[in-house]
C-alpha cells in the first residue's frame, strides 16, 4: 500500500478533508492531527476498521481504542446514558484533551472497545481532527499513530516513520502543541477514577467532580495489579536504550548521574542525558537533551516523545535523567517518562 501523505492547506482543505472522509467510509485508515498527539483514525462503528488498526500497530487487540467525536450531539447515540459527571466535565473540557470512559451502547463494536462493556469518549480541540471527524461519519477510533511500543507522534513525520506503506494516508497539520495523550477518567464508577494523567489535572477533575480516585498502578510497574485501563499494562515509549531516572538534591542529582555517565562510557557506551536547559550542559554525556526551563511542565510535555524518538534515532545506549516536577502537568510528564524508563528511579 502507498501511503499518501498531505500537508493540509488553505487551498487543498475541503478537497483533502472530502477524499480521507472517503476513505474511511470505506474502512481505511487515515493518521490525523490531534492537539495532544497524532491519531490512527478508522470507522469506530465498523469492527473492520477495529481491526485493521490494531493490525498496523502491532497492537494486541485486548487494548481498546478511543473513539473521539466533534459534538455533543454524537455523544448519546454511542452510550447507554450521558450521565451528569459527563456533562459538567464536557461543559468545562470538551472539546479538548479529556477522555471519558462511558457504558456503551450497543452499535458501538465490541472489537473498537476491545471487547469491554465501556466506550472511551474523547472530542479533540484541533480544527483539523474535528472537520476530519465529521467527513469520516461522526466516529473515528483512534489509538496513537505510532507502532505499539513506541513514543506517541507528536509530527507526521514520525507518523510515517512508523506507519508507512500501513496506512491509506496521513494528514500533515504541523506539530502537536501539548505532545501527551489526553487524560483518562473513568465515569462508570464511584467516585469516578483517573487512569491516565495528562493536561487535564487531577485537580482540575476534584474540583468538577469532587472526590476522585486514582489507578494506583499508575505510580508503579510492580504493584502486582492490573491496571484499570487495558493498554497501561504494556510496554510504552521505552526508547532502545537503558534509561535511569535519578532523584534528589540538585547537587547530588549532577554527581550520580555524571558518575554513572563516566561509568557507561568507560564501557564504551553512547551515552545521554535528559535534564532542564539550565542543568543540561553540567553533565559528561554524549548527547544533551535540553526538556526546557525548570518548572516549565508544559515544555517538557511537549519535547518528551521527541527526546526519545531521538534517543533511538542517535543511538544512544545509556540514557541518564534528572526527575522533573511532578505537580500538575507535570504528573503526567513524569507517568511517561516512569514508563519509559520501566521505573527504574534511583534516589540519592
Ligand atoms: P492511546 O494510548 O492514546 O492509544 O489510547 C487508548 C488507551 O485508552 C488504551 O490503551 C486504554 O488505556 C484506554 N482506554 C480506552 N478505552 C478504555 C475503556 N473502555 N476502559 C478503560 N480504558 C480505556
Ligand atoms: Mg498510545
Known amino acids: 500500500m502507498v501511503t499518501k501523505v498531505i500537508a493540509i492547506s488553505k487551498e487543498n482543505r475541503a478537497a483533502v478533508l472530502r477524499e480521507a ?51 455533543m450531539e454524537a455523544l448519546p447515540a454511542i452510550v447507554e446514558e450521558v450521565p451528569e459527571t459527563a456533562k459538567r466535565l464536557a461543559s468545562l473540557f470538551w472539546p479538548g484533551p479529556l477522555t471519558m470512559i462511558l457504558k456503551k451502547a450497543e452499535r458501538v463494536p ?17 480544527d483539523v481532527a474535528l472537520d476530519f471527524i465529521q467527513a469520516a461519519g461522526g ?14 507522534p507528536t509530527t507526521a513525520a514520525y507518523v510515517a516513520e512508523d506507519m508507512e506503506g500501513r496506512i491509506e494516508m496521513i494528514l500533515d497539520g504541523g506539530q502537536a502543541t501539548l505532545g501527551l495523550e489526553s487524560t483518562i477518567v473513568d ?3 464511584e467516585p469516578p477514577m483517573l487512569l491516565r ?26 504493584s502486582g495489579q492490573a491496571p484499570k485501563a487495558p493498554g497501561m499494562k ?33 564501557e564504551n557506551k553512547k551515552t545521554g542525558v535528559i535534564a532542564t536547559d539550565e542543568t543540561v550542559e553540567r553533565y559528561e554525556a554524549d548527547v544533551h537533551f535540553g ?13 518528551l516523545y521527541r527526546i526519545l524518538r531521538e534517543c533511538d534515532d542517535e543511538g544512544v545506549e545509556l540514557i541518564l535523567s534528572e526527575y522533573f516536577d511532578d505537580e500538575g502537568v507535570g504528573a503526567a510528564v513524569m507517568n511517561r517518562l516512569r514508563k519509559a524508563a520501566g521505573y527504574h528511579i534511583i534516589d540519592v
Open 139 to 152: 466516529y473515528v477510533a483512534a489509538p496513537s499513530a505510532n507502532r505499539s511500543g513506541r513514543p506517541s
Open 234 to 266: 504494556y510496554r510504552h515509549y521505552a526508547p532502545k536504550g537503558e534509561l535511569v531516572i535519578v532523584r534528589g538534591s540538585e547537587a547530588a542529582v549532577t554527581a550520580a548521574i555524571n558518575e554513572r555517565l563516566l561509568a557507561g562510557r568507560a
Open 110 to 126: 465490541k472489537e473498537t472497545t476491545g471487547g469491554l462493556d465501556t466506550v472511551a469518549v474523547r472530542m479533540p480541540v484541533h
Open 21 to 71: 472522509g472517503e476513505i474511511m467510509k470505506a474502512g481505511g485508515l487515515v493518521a490525523f492531527p490531534t492537539e495532544t498527539v497524532y491519531g490512527l483514525g478508522g470507522d469506530a462503528l465498523n469492527p473492520a476498521s477495529a481491526k485493521k488498526i490494531y493490525e498496523a500497530k502491532g497492537r494486541p487487540s485486548d487494548n481498546p481504542l478511543i473513539v473521539h467525536i466533534a459534538a
Open 187 to 189: 465515569l462508570t464508577v
Open 197 to 222: 494523567p495528562g493536561f487535564v489535572t487531577e485537580e482540575m477533575l476534584s474540583v468538577a467532580l469532587g472526590e476522585v480516585a486514582v489507578d494506583e498502578t499508575l505510580l508503579c510497574g510492580d
Open 291 to 303: 526538556m526546557g526551563e525548570k518548572g516549565s511542565a508544559k515544555a517538557a510535555a511537549e519535547r
